[in-house]
Nanobody, 125 residues
Framework: QVQLVESGGGLVQAGGSLRLSCAAS????????MGWFRQAPGKERQFVAA????????YYADSVKGRFTISRDNAKNTVSLRMNSLKPEDTAVYYC??????????????????WGQGTQVTVSS
């Protein structure tokens, strides 16, 4: 089992920045690829970004490429999502997720075995 707890969400104006964090506990964090997903009201959950076990490989949705940065610290069992140039359409509940296929990055949520409870990000115009 891997337990994931997100933090760092909040209310920010368009053009602003936020940094989300996800703390992991349980099984060896460094074995897992990690992903961030988001779900806006009335919409399906969508992929945002992923990072492999070592942190050397990342993968982003086109909608956030160039604005968001995913990173991880295996010594601290954390994964972060730095979000810059936020837009109102980035408003959603953001979830972190863990995938035991540590070297392969997936955008499909069914590939991820463990999920956090989510943190709300609201971007005002």
């Amino acid at each position: 089992q891997v337990q994931l707890v997100e933090s760092g969400g909040g209310l920010v104006q368009a053009g602003g920045s936020l940094r989300l964090s996800c703390a992991a506990s349980g099984r060896t964090f460094s074995n897992y690829a990690m992903g961030w997903f988001r779900q806006a009201p009335g919409k399906e959950r969508q992929f945002v970004a992923a990072i492999n076990w070592s942190g050397y490989t990342t993968y982003y949705a086109d909608s956030v490429k160039g604005r968001f940065t995913i990173s991880r610290d295996n010594a601290k069992n954390t994964v972060s999502l730095r979000m810059n140039s936020l837009k109102p359409e980035d408003t959603a509940v953001y979830y972190c997720a863990a995938d035991r296929h540590g070297s392969v990055l997936y955008s499909e949520e069914y590939e991820y075995e463990y999920w956090g409870q989510g943190t709300q990000v609201t971007v005002s115009s």
